[in-house]
């Protein structure tokens, strides 16, 4: 009989918070930014949105904005952030001033703003696969996310 020699074991992994929302007080871990920032990639790439592309986000200072923004970056666009609180005028001018044609937000004033400039295809926290919020399970994916992760992407 051979005797088994057990790993040293360390202690009870820490999650790291990496930012408390404002508005619901719901903690973000490290593990959770990074599968939420995956999904918004994948639905972003299926928008069409590529590298370089300018994607504007108007959404509230909080977990959202955070994972929009590094969802963006992740695919080589650029993030235009704009404040959440502006007025439809303010707005419509600082959206037809950046020309980007993609928009992510949930904010009515900014969703009217964009009407009559360049954004084409806007979306809202929803379609970034962001929801339910913390925690997501690992198995929200489809069998395309499965083969693009094997195949190594775009």
Partial sequence: MHARHALPT???MVERIVMVDPGTGLRLTEEQLDERCA???VQLRRRGVRAGDT???C???GADLMIATDAVIAIGG???PLPADLDVGTLRA???ASGARVMISDVPRALEAADETRVRIVMCVADLGALPPYPIRRDFCTESDRIERRSGGD
């Fill in 55 to 57: 994607v504007l986000i």
């Fill in 59 to 61: 959404l509230p200072v």
């Fill in 78 to 80: 650029v993030a235009c």
């Fill in 94 to 96: 600082r959206i037809g």
């Fill in 10 to 12: 360390v202690g009870p």
């Fill in 39 to 41: 999904m918004a990639t």
